[in-house]
Structures are given as structure tokens and as C-alpha cells.
């Protein structure tokens, strides 16, 4: 949980400029106290602040992000839209992945993508190479996107309607598990160079996601990574995860995946709860 991560609303920018409508007329209503959100982040660093206080914080900001979820969330099931939120330590491959995703999957349905990132617009320009429309959230020190920020990125996004969004999280196995964005499924990346102990090491990760992609796979013949033992630990944390063998480099395993958000995409588009709809095949392959 991040109450010390110090994420000032200040800093946080959307394609390099302050979130649009922050004089508080926003057009997603969210009620905003953003003063008092700021005023969190330096209360959660004060020397000597009480347990209990830093428990009620904890349980604020969490409630505070929860309601801008539940709007993030209908704004997506109104518009027929499938929200996927992307996970993982940095550099395991996310922008990478959606990238060769975007054009391999194809101008239907349409995709466009949130970027997250403390610093820099590397990953917004990679994925707008690819044609498709990408809006650069940078969190300043904060170590996760949380759903408001999200809400913001939306206005600029204009996401097409029966399309699919993409969120790439910061890189950071930790706070982004508690963080719900709205997004009808969490897919954590881990790659085979972390080793194969992270299911273990960060179980709320794990726990919170549906799909688990276990990607650079192309790299196997050259480490001691165990495939089967690093499953294992992910079933351990999570009996429900579905788990997919992926490189983005190479290709090999993509399909699947194209076929488990085209699946996604059309329970979404039918109007069915989606939680747990890989739950009945979950597991190894
Ligand atoms: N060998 C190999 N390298 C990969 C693969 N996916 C990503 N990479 C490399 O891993 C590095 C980090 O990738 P990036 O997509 O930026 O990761 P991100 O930080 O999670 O977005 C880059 O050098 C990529 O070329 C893969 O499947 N196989
Ligand atoms: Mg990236
Ligand atoms: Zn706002
Ligand atoms: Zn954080």
C-alpha cells in the first residue's frame, strides 16, 4: 500500500501539460478535494504520525480512488469499451508487447492506450508509431496511476466507442495492485530475466490479476529460469490465473493472447460481467 509514495497532484501531467479542467469543472463529475489529497502525501511523510492515522489515510485515499474507479468503470461499460490495465516491474516489456499487440490485432477493434510513467514521453511516441492514439500520464514521485488520474486521461483520450484501452502501468510491482483504474481486468507481465520467485515476492500483484503473461520466453535457452516452478508459485498466490508464454520480440505465444482480449473484448461488448470468465479455465496451459 502507498501512502509514503508522495504523489502530489501537482505533478502529476497529461501529455506534459496539467490535467485539463482542474479549475474543478470537471466533465467527469468526481468531486475533488485535491488540496486535501495533496496534504495527505505530506502528512504521510511527518516523522512520529501515529499508526492509526496513517491506517485512516490509507483507507481515505483508497476510498477517494475507489469512486473515481466506479466512474472510470462506467464510462467504459457505457461506451462498450474493454480497459485493460498492464502491470509489471519496469522494463519486463509492457510497451513492447503493446506495440506488436496494436499491430497485430488489427484496426477493429480500435485501440488506444494510456501511458503511464514517472518521467518522459518514450512510451506514448512508441505506441503512437504504431497509429494508434496514446495520451502520456507522468506521475512526477508517484509510483502508480490511480483512478483520477485516469479520469483525466480519459477527457483527453476520447477513447472510441466498442474499443479497447490499454493502460500501461508504472513499472512497479507493488502499489498499483491496491490502485483499481476502472479497468475490467489487471494483466501482470513478468518476464523470464526477474526470476521465477515474483509470484512469491509480490503476491498482491498476482493475486489481484486474471492474466499473468510470462514474457521474453525466446530467452529461455539462455538462463536457468524454471517455467514450471515460477507457474507454480502464480497458482500458489492466485489458484484463478490464467497463464500465457509470450515473447513480443519473436512472437511466439501472441496469439493466445490476441485471443484471450478478443474473448475479453466480446463479453464486455455482450454486456457480461467479466471477472471471472477465465476463472473456469484458469490455470497452466
Ligand atoms: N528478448 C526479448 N526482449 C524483450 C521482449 N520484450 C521486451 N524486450 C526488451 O526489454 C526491454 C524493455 O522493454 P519495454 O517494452 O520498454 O518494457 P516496459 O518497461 O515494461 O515497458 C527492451 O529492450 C525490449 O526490447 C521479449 O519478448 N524478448
Ligand atoms: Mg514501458
Ligand atoms: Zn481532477
Ligand atoms: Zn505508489
Redesign the pocket.
Known sequence: MCSVCGCGHGEVKIDGKEPRNHSHDHSHDHSHDHEGESEIGVYSHAPGLAQKRMVQIEQDILAKNNSYAAQNSNLFSKQGILALNLV?S????????LARTIRELGKKPVISVIEGDQQTAN?AQRIRETGAKAVQVNTGKGCHLDAHMIGHALEELAPHDGGIVFI?NV?NLVCPAGFDLGEAHKVV?L?VTEGEDKPIKYPDMFHASDLMLL??I??LPHLEFEVERCIDYALRVNPAIKILKV????GEGMEQWYEWVRTAHKMVLSGHPTADIYSKTGGKE
Open positions: 509489471s519496469p522494463g519486463s516489456g509492457k510497451t513492447s508487447l512510451d500501461e513499472g507481465i518476464s514474457n521474453k525466446d530467452l515473447s513480443a520480440t519473436s
